[in-house]
C-alpha cells in the first residue's frame, strides 16, 4: 500500500470483530513501528502496557473507562500508553528547558502513536485511540510506576464496521504560508 493510501484509509474504528484475536506477535510489530518514531534527544521515554488477553482486557474495560469507551473497545486488544515524567525537555536539574515541560514526552508519545496507528492499518487492523480513562485504576491494574504519565489507552483489533473519511478542513483553514 502506498504511504498517501495508507494514511488516508485510517479510521477510528468503534466496533470490532469479536470472532478474531490481535496476537501478542502482532502488537510487538506495531510497538516495532512505533519505536522508529524520533524523539527528544533520542531518549525514548514511551512505554507501552499490553492487555491481549480478553480477560484482562474485559477487566480494564470494566474498571478503567466510562460506558462509552468501554462499549467502543469491546473485542479489541489495549495498548496503555505512557512516558516517563520529567524527563524529554527537561535540564539535569530537572527543570524545564521551555513552556513545553512535559508536553514533550507527550509530543514524543504522539509521534510513537501515528506510527502504530499507520502499522496497524498496514496489517490490517483498526484502532481507536482513547483519552478518557481513568488513569488511577489502569496505574493500579497494570502496575505502572509513578514516574511515568498515562497519556492515552488505544485500541487494537479487526474492525466490524467501515467508517466513512471524514471531512477535512481546507488547507488554508489551518496553514499560513509566509
Given amino acids: 500500500?502506498?504511504?498517501?493510501?495508507?494514511?488516508?484509509?485510517r479510521r477510528s474504528v468503534r466496533k470490532y470483530d469479536g470472532s478474531r484475536q490481535v496476537s501478542q506477535e502482532d502488537i510487538r510489530k506495531l510497538l516495532k513501528a512505533a519505536q522508529e518514531a524520533p524523539s527528544?534527544?533520542?531518549?525514548?521515554?514511551?512505554?507501552?502496557?499490553?492487555a491481549?488477553?480478553?480477560e484482562m482486557c474485559e477487566k480494564l474495560r470494566e474498571s478503567c473507562f466510562p460506558s462509552f469507551n468501554k462499549q467502543r473497545s469491546e473485542?479489541?486488544?489495549?495498548?496503555?500508553?505512557?512516558?516517563?515524567?520529567?524527563?524529554?525537555g527537561f535540564n539535569d536539574n530537572n527543570e524545564p528547558l521551555d513552556s513545553m515541560g512535559n508536553g514533550?514526552?507527550?509530543?514524543?508519545?504522539?509521534?510513537?502513536?501515528?506510527?502504530?496507528i499507520l502499522?496497524?492499518?498496514?496489517?490490517?487492523?483498526?484502532?481507536?485511540?482513547?483519552?478518557?480513562?481513568?488513569?488511577?485504576?489502569?496505574r493500579?491494574?497494570?502496575?505502572?510506576?509513578?514516574?511515568?504519565?498515562?497519556a492515552a489507552v488505544i485500541a487494537v483489533g479487526y474492525a466490524d464496521e467501515e467508517p466513512k473519511r471524514p471531512k477535512r478542513r481546507e488547507l488554508d483553514d489551518i496553514a499560513k504560508f509566509f
Fill in 104 to 116: 514533550w514526552g507527550c509530543y514524543d508519545l504522539g509521534l510513537q502513536a501515528a506510527y502504530l
Fill in 119 to 138: 502499522k496497524a492499518n498496514e496489517l490490517g487492523l483498526a484502532t481507536l485511540i482513547m483519552g478518557i480513562r481513568d488513569a488511577d485504576k489502569l
Fill in 1 to 9: 500500500m502506498e504511504f498517501q493510501q495508507l494514511i488516508e484509509s
Fill in 75 to 88: 473485542n479489541a486488544a489495549l495498548i496503555v500508553t505512557a512516558f516517563e515524567k520529567n524527563n524529554v
Fill in 40 to 50: 527528544w534527544k533520542n531518549q525514548q521515554t514511551s512505554k507501552y502496557y499490553c
Fill in 52 to 54: 491481549v488477553d480478553r
Fill in 140 to 150: 493500579e491494574a497494570l502496575d505502572i510506576p509513578e514516574n511515568e504519565e498515562i
